[in-house]
């Protein structure tokens, strides 16, 4: 990824040989990054300023494109004695009481000591600093190193004017641009544990520093902080090898996004959401870190110094695809912004706060949760860019009567789906039944409407990261052939009476929306009419004739309103038995229908695998379809939104439904990291979906520093 390191219209002159320039004006940051290791034993036999010297040469030769003009370094120039850059690490964070979630561990091994403070340079860091005009990048010279205070690789005396002013930023690898005395820089919502850990040389607690310059000496910098420092402390976690580990604000005020600090004011803005759906101004109440080394079992995290009233949830997922939760309420930032950051703006809903250190030791007792794999996907998502697994005859995990190895499409209950990871229900409650027991065809689930729906709010109430999609459908095979009548009319009125019991844990319209608004609530769709028998009311459902699969379906208001809310496009193409045409049909779908309206953001996509014939098992066709999607290409290498996916057998090993169920879910990391699903809107008018012109021509992993997906 490339990025600005000085203002693109300033024109090439002689410089000093120090001076990082080309004529593009653009610098690529990974041959900065790489022109670092340079052989120590070559720099002592060579001297500490002709090794810099011809190591900054050979980085600009890199650096630089072919078009690129590279300034020679003059003799005289060459010989100009070597200036001194000298640094300290100035103001203490605040330092915030460690946090047990729920169980004890080790102390943080930290480069903060113990008033807060981040309390010594090391030799691989890289400082960023601006005259106003160009930039720079500077590493701590080699022996000067003295816990806080160091010497930086400096450039020749006469390139300090005396009393110039000078700006200095750490991480350099954080920086996006300069404009003056102002810096662009990025919190990013995906961080990486090789990165973020002590003695990276890459990131480290984001600090901001300004001198003016006393000629031959060079100039001196003191160090502030302007993002807080969270550590996740994993030393007494034993719930198997961990992948990575996400925040997310429970207040949902931002944690991630662009940053501007102005040195002159020492006002630090966040920049809002402002129709760009998903780019650098993007802001995230979620930040994870990656590639996590549980070896070094601190995994350390850079947020906006920014008050979290309620506190933070922790979510940890394990290589074996299982994710531990725990909330905290405790509130985070509580003293005034410091000397470095004196005001702020940009944060919706967000109060500036003096930088953080805070630590969270992680253990696995009974209160950890599992699968809430929701926590850790930005909330400005869209809902239906989500890849939602679910379950087809979501109550048929046992019956009452009936040949239940026909009817039974689910080994687990609801309760068990939710808590493995489901996300999506398919729930079909009987025409004629007082109490909307739930059917499959002419079997009846044993299970009712309501009971159902309370596993769902209990659930939710439990877990108020997820949401919860939940198709409701009229069933029962004898009414084919009945068309409409008296019995749709009392079967939606019962409906609504039911419904009515859940409006606070129904997110109104919530597919048009983004994730946020739905966290801890269900959006509720009906194959059917629902009614109060009054047709005045509506609870914030939709619902959609099913009809032919392929064809839009307008989503209506549940109270018969004519006003579209969206359209569905869902694929339920069952009357076989053979794998290969559900696997044709299910690729119609992803490929014609789903991909191909990718960048229309009012399409909600359902998908389902199920097939039948006859009397024979669901449970053996379920796995020979399952097993034809995970041998397909078209939906492993897929890279957008797979919808809603109502499968059989979801998490059953011998059907492969724990396959399906990490190839539906990790499709949101691939995809929403990717950077094709952010929204601005609670209901969304936009399409969430544009990339700005930079990040498109640099092919950036959009909102993050790293692309890959663990």
Partial sequence: MKKRYFSPSIECEEMEPAAMVCMSGTVDRESIENEGNEDLSREAALGPFTAMCIGLLLMVLTACGADDQVLGLSSAAAQTADAQLVSTIGDRLELLGSEDLDAQSSPTRSALDADGGFDHWLVTDKISISDGTLTYVYRPREGSVSGASCSFEGKPASGFGSGGKFYAFYPADAVVSWSGASVTTMVYAEQDYTENREGSGVMGPYMVAKAVSDGEAGAHFTFGHVCSVIDVDLSAFDGGEVESVALYANSQISLAGRVQYDFGS??????????????????????????????????????????????????????????????????????????????????????????YYKKYNFGTKASARLQNWLAMIPGNVKFNHLSLPGTHDAATSSGTAGSMSVAKCQEFSISEQLERGCRALDLRPGFDQEDLTIYHGVTSTGVTLQSALNDVKSFLADNPTETVFVLIHEEDTRLIGIGSGPHQTTWATRVWNCLNGFTDCIARYGWKGNLNPCRGKMVVI?????????????????????????????????????????TLRYQDEYD????????????????????????????????????????????????????????????????????????????????????????????????????????VSAIGTDTGLTISADEAADEAPIFSRNSAYH
């Avoid at 005045?536 to 006003?563: A, E, H, P, R």
């Fill in 266 to 355: 020492g006002k630090i803005t966040v920049s809002g959401n402002d129709g760009v759906g998903y780019s650098y101004s993007s802001q995230s109440e979620v930040v994870r870190v990656s590639a996590v080394n549980t070896v070094q079992p601190i995994v350390r995290f850079y947020v906006l110094p920014v008050k979290q009233e309620r506190g933070l949830t922790v979510t940890v997922r394990t290589a074996d695809g299982k994710y531990y939760t725990k909330s905290s309420d405790t509130a985070l930032g509580t003293a005034a912004a410091g000397e470095y950051v004196t005001s702020q703006s940009g944060i919706t809903g967000g109060t500036l706060c003096k930088p």
């Fill in 526 to 566: 009906f194959r059917d009419n629902y009614t109060d028998g009054e047709g005045n009311s509506d609870l914030g459902c939709g619902k959609v004739g099913w009809g032919s699969s392929f064809n839009d379906k307008s989503i209506m208001t549940g109270n018969g309103s004519t006003t579209a809310n969206g």
């Fill in 576 to 679: 076989t038995d053979d794998a290969s045409i559900k696997l044709q049909n299910l690729t119609t779908m992803l490929k014609d229908h789903i991909a191909a309206n990718e960048t229309n953001a009012n399409y909600l996509f359902v998908n389902n695998t199920n097939i039948a014939s006859g009397l024979s098992s669901v449970a053996g066709l379920a796995g020979k379809v399952n097993s034809a999607v995970l041998s397909s290409a078209v939906f492993t290498a897929h890279t957008g939104r797979f919808g809603v996916m109502m499968t059989d057998f979801l998490f059953s090993p011998d059907q492969k439904g724990d396959q399906m169920f990490e190839l539906i879910h990790c499709q949101n990391y691939k995809y929403v990291y990717k950077g094709r699903s952010r929204s």
